[in-house]
């Protein structure tokens, strides 16, 4: 590491900020992210991803390293990729699994959970190819989601691509009756994450410094999405996209000036981190 640069953590979002439209990293990301390693600083993969999906990208990212990290879940779980091992993980009372599946078919909301290896479903419809498509998943449908479990997941997940109206007021039924154990917030228009109480990203990052003795203010958090907001505000620099959805952009630090298609993360990576700008 270069004489006057501290040692920093950086946490990135994967969908909309590492990586692009087509879900693959640029160049000039790649580059950033390997010269950030290199001079000891630590890059965390932080996604509402399962993190099965997540270790997939990490892998083929290169972010298996030391000092690589991925959060996977929105915070319901930790994974050190260096060490091969969960270090931290929080879930979803089994008892409450079954009562929510059945709220979120009474409206006729598609909704899915995840085992250690696959999204686990109810229903055979399209929102679920879609979704093993886009993050790299295997999938079974189940007659009994509360059977097909060997042990309580890290999160829930409702897509509903047509009425946001009815999603959101899922959103507050779920609020407002699992008050104090379970919250659920978007990751984007569609996705309604439904998580243990107090899972987000901004109390992973927090986690995560504690657990690596890294000051908050040494801390770069990039984000585009609603999910995101929380990591954003609690990094000691938080940087919202270009691409961000509404609303994400006034609780950062700072704003790239390009997108996820056009190197935003190395953006960010050579200002905050290596300081060449």
């Known amino acids: 590491m270069r004489d006057g640069v501290s040692k ?3 946490f990135t979002d994967l969908d909309g900020t590492l990586l692009n439209d087509q879900k693959e990293i640029t160049s000039g990301n790649q580059a950033a992210v390997d010269r950030a390693l290199e001079e000891g600083h630590k890059v965390v993969v932080t996604t509402g991803r399962p993190l099965a999906s997540a270790l997939i990208q990490a892998e083929r990212l290169g ?3 030391e000092g690589c990290y991925v959060i996977a879940f929105n915070g319901g779980e930790i ?3 260096s060490c091969r091992r969960s270090i931290y993980r929080r879930t979803v009372p089994r008892a409450l699994i079954p009562p929510i599946f059945e709220a ?3 409206r006729g909301i598609y909704i899915q959970t995840f085992s250690d290896r696959e999204v686990l479903t109810e229903e055979d419809r399209p929102e679920l190819y879609e979704y093993v498509k886009r993050t790299l998943q295997t999938c ?3 007659p009994s989601i509360a059977e097909a479990l060997d042990q309580e997941p890290c999160k829930l997940l409702a897509i509903e691509e047509k009425d946001r109206g009815q999603i959101e007021e899922f959103q507050r039924c779920l609020t407002q009756r699992y008050a104090g154990v379970l919250n659920a917030y978007f990751s984007n228009n569609s996705y309604l994450e ?3 109480d107090a899972v987000t990203k901004g109390q992973a990052l927090l986690w995560m410094c504690g657990f690596l003795q890294i000051p908050v203010e040494c801390s770069v958090a990039a984000g585009d999405a609603p999910n995101d907001i929380e990591m954003i505000e609690a990094a000691g620099v938080g940087v919202a996209m270009a691409n961000s959805f509404p609303g994400v952009k006034e609780h950062a630090d700072y704003v790239t000036e390009v ?3 056009h190197d935003g993360a190395a953006e960010i990576i050579h200002r905050f981190l290596l300081q060449d700008e």
């Open 259 to 261: 997108d996820n298609n």
């Open 79 to 81: 994974y050190d990729t």
């Open 63 to 65: 972010l298996t390293r």
């Open 194 to 196: 439904i998580v243990p």
């Open 8 to 10: 920093k953590i950086f």
């Open 140 to 142: 079974r449908v189940v």
């Open 104 to 106: 979120a078919h009474q």
